[in-house]
DNA sequence: CATTTCCATGTAAATGTTTACATTTTTTTA
DNA sequence: TAAAAAAATGTAAACATTTACATGGAAATG
């Protein structure tokens, strides 16, 4: 591979005039420009941007950790982060957590090695070291899908609590009164444990008894709703709606409800969360909270990048907007419950 | 941030000797060790794994390219990708093309510059400048989603060939035979083309004349799908059955099959390609050919890497395999056409 | 015409590691 | 115990850029 020096031999200046061509060429004289241009091609240079960012001390890369790259809600919200990242000069490095701290640690680590500038991270211990680390360091720092509103450290989220609480609301509203969760683990996930607070407060509001039988701590995938809602359908007095800690736990739920032969939305209410795209395309069409995924992404990449810029400045919280998109998975409650019920123990449906 | 000279002043030894402590620790007596690691704790030394890749000319790092991070069976193969590269202490920059073509080859060039090792890509066109001048610098490279079984490129890929076949196969042996197909772009996608050469090499095995009327190119999106079967399904001879080109087009035709009236799968059978994890989770199941994804990613690093030590090597080509997953969105031809054509045009239905 | 200003370019140090080679110290061998 | 071998450590150059500062020449100014 050529570098700079070759190009300065074949044109006959000096390497500092060649670097002049690459990142201010109206300073060097259009002879000379078109000389060093030429000498490029002669020997297909190529620019080594590693190299620059040694000198100059910025690697223009960014780290990114999220727990699952195959949740579309962060693919999307990696799309954000990307999508200014690259518009300001930035790359990112891109790393699962897959919900796992340790592995979130080890990313922080090496992301670290490699120079990145500033981290974003949808983080799965709000409480724990390598957060500290960082933020002793003063390093450039941006929690995605947050739950902190204030505090040292620079966060984009959603109220995860009144997204809760509409989805819970929502329900009552249709006449339910038995209603489950389907939560993530609340000790990986303090979203989830926002949310469940959402509910358990909505219920309070509304003086519906809060029935800890009725809320399934389990993980984020789509097995687990499909499991978790068994469970529950299972139970000497099941649930007429669930509302799922995301859209995963919910399609999940559906499938598990219909194989046990509910039918939905008549024996079984479900509110998701996220608002993948593929819920309006599922049937029921999937009533979820929306959260502004792509929009948390791009934010967070900005809040990082003015971070990086200037240091001193104070860290920023932003809490975006969520929305209840009613579809077809919830309804009315209609049916007469003891029957459903009693055909539920029997184990057979229609 | 404190260098490996600053512990080297601190533990009074030389540089080299704390950068053996690093790479070799096996190399340097036990007291000099525990100084060095006593100084670097003292000055919260980092790691600069940067000025290594300056100076031993390996960045560790690897390009990926996809045309699409929120489609889920590209984020499977991106992991797969990262667990492979990570086992060998590589990271990987990933880039979305949006199946463009420009998108493409200014993620390579930017890429390139950040001097990573080699590149995997899920190229949008396969005789394009981009992949020339990757190929006349000899630089490490491997296609994924790849048609190609030969020639001077290591690929991995499956046999669309097959995999379109099959579906179709599975179609006609239900009794189906006006098939209709929804296919990506052939000029983004050779893999849509070959699924379609062999959705028409199965058609003619089994004499059924090919109607161009019911081929359809589109992108690969869920609402590309749901237009796309509306536009089917109102020509005067509606397919009884389609074969997209993807899932999410699939899941898309359903949701617009669905919006015209025409019940699932009676009245129209669907076979997706990919198997998404989703695509068992919904109603009606989706009868889909699996790719290997995450493998698809695994093997295509494990190539890479093959290929970035020792660059001499000749190329690999791996074909995987596919298979039909039949589930409930499939059926037999029972209900009688003309009716249900007659109340498609009148545009209404139950 | 002498002086100042400006423009284009060059010089050389700096960035944080690794590593070939050199040197010193310790251990083994005869 | 001297010589040889092995082990531990040090020296310094190299990697590809950027950039502060220096320099020389041309243009502008008085």
Same mark, same amino acid.
């Given at each position: 591979m050529s570098t700079i020096r070759d190009v300065a031999r074949i044109a006959a200046v000096s390497t500092a005039t060649v670097s002049r061509v690459i990142n201010s060429p109206e300073v060097v004289s259009p002879e000379t420009r078109n000389r060093v241009a030429k000498a490029m091609k002669a020997c297909r240079y190529q620019y080594n941007a590693l190299a620059r960012g040694f000198v100059t001390q910025q690697s223009y890369t960014l780290g990114l950790i999220v727990p699952s790259i195959t949740n579309p809600i962060f693919a999307e919200s990696i799309r954000g982060v990307q999508d200014?990242?690259?518009? %300001?000069?930035?790359?990112?490095?891109?790393?699962?957590?897959?919900? %796992?701290?340790?592995?979130?640690?080890? =990313?922080?680590?090496?992301?670290?090695?490699?120079?990145?500038?500033? =981290?974003i991270i949808t983080t799965t211990k709000l409480r724990g070291k390598v957060l500290r680390d960082l933020l002793d360091d003063h390093f450039p720092l941006v929690l995605l899908y947050s739950t902190v509103r204030k505090g040292p450290i620079s966060a984009v989220g959603v109220d995860n609590f009144r997204g809760g609480y509409s989805a819970t609301e929502h329900l009552i509203h249709l006449g339910h009164r038995r209603i /489950?969760?389907? /939560?993530?683990?609340?000790?990986?996930?303090?979203?989830?444990?926002?949310r469940w607070h959402g509910y358990k407060k909505c219920l309070r509001d509304h003086r519906i008894p809060y029935d800890p039988a009725l809320v399934l701590q389990t993980q984020y995938a789509l097995e687990n709703g499909r499991e978790g809602i068994k469970a529950l359908l299972a139970l000497e007095q099941p649930p007429t709606a669930v509302f799922c800690?995301?859209?995963?736990? /919910?399609?999940?739920?559906?499938?598990?409800?219909?194989?046990?032969?509910? /039918?939905?939305?008549?024996?079984l209410s479900i509110v998701g969360f996220d608002d993948m795209a593929i819920a309006s395309y599922i049937n029921p069409g999937l009533t979820t909270i929306r959260q502004p995924a792509y929009e948390m992404g791009r934010l967070g990449a900005e809040i990082l990048l003015s971070q990086i810029k200037r240091r001193d400045g104070r860290p920023i919280h932003k809490i975006l907007e969520t929305g209840i998109v009613v579809r077809e998975s919830t309804a009315g409650l209609t049916v007469c419950e003891p029957k459903r019920n009693s055909s539920l123990t029997s184990g057979k449906h229609v």
């Open positions: 200014f990242a690259h518009r %300001e000069g930035y790359q990112a490095l891109l790393g699962n957590s897959d919900y %796992e701290y340790a592995k979130e640690a080890r =990313l922080c680590e090496v992301l670290r090695e490699r120079q990145v500038e500033g =981290l /489950a969760m389907l /939560a993530g683990r609340f000790s990986f996930s303090d979203k989830s444990l926002h800690s995301n859209d995963f736990m /919910a399609i999940g739920a559906m499938q598990g409800a219909r194989e046990v032969g509910v /039918a939905l939305p008549e024996g």
